[in-house]
């Protein structure tokens, strides 16, 4: 990480800094966190390294143990679970809103929207980021749901970017057509069946994750077998 140069509060910055770095997978799922190390990399004291520490385990992306320290949050099974199980929870209060309340220009947004990502298949990472737009703008009437709607995001980007050539790439276009579907549900003025497809949406993505994890234990614990009996 490069030297950060203050614009606005050094908490702040750290803060923006080091979640960056944990959600792109530059501090990695498990790695212990130093803090004079990352005060001297990011040029500052490490009284705003304390502090965003602070505030990025009230976020869940660190834990602190007595007598162990700081590390990243580790990426297991059942946190992806979690993940997933908020995000459809938040989805769900939204959408059904957005299904009720969304006026026809914010609809007609949306399409063009969707049509956008349509052209990003073969872009991933800019697709992702039109992905988190198309939530802001399904969230926009639930502003609450939107706050807690951008942490979550924030896990699932760190996910999606610490396996993103496995599971990710693999996922685009079954994705967009969910995407599409929910958005023609918003249409209907149904929200049971928006709900619906927010919880198939979501369930899919949670099992391709979870089986891919499940495999990946599997393979790491079966290697460390072998490795202890040449």
Not at 65 to 86: C, D, K, Q
Not at 184 to 213: F, G, K, M, S, W
């Amino acid at each position: 990480m490069r030297p950060i140069k203050q614009y606005r509060s050094k908490n702040e910055l750290v803060y923006e800094s080091l979640r960056a770095a944990i959600i792109s997978g530059e501090l990695a799922p498990g790695a212990r966190v130093v803090i004079d190390e990352l005060a001297a990399d990011l040029g500052v004291s490490p009284i705003p390294v304390r502090e965003a520490l602070r505030q990025l385990e009230a976020d869940g992306f660190v834990t602190s143990e007595p007598y162990v320290g700081v590390r990243v949050t580790e990426i297991h099974v059942r946190s992806i679970a979690e993940i997933f199980g908020l995000l459809e929870a938040l989805e769900i209060v939204s959408g059904r809103a957005a299904c009720v309340n969304m006026s026809t220009d914010e609809l007609a947004t949306l399409d063009a929207l969707i049509d956008e990502m349509e052209t990003m298949l073969d872009q991933p990472e800019r697709w992702s980021q039109a992905n988190v737009d198309l939530h802001r703008l399904i969230c926009a009437r639930t502003p609450l749901v939107a706050r807690m709607m951008d942490t979550a995001l924030d896990h699932w980007d760190r996910l999606r970017s610490w396996y993103f050539k496995d599971v990710f790439s693999l996922r685009v276009n079954q994705a967009q057509a969910e995407h599409r579907a929910l958005v023609a549900a918003i249409r209907t003025h149904d929200p049971d069946a928006v709900e619906r497809i927010i919880r198939q949406h979501n369930r899919a993505a949670l099992t391709a994750y979870t089986d891919y994890l499940q495999q990946r234990e599997m393979s790491d614990r079966q290697t460390g077998i072998d490795s202890e009996n040449p």
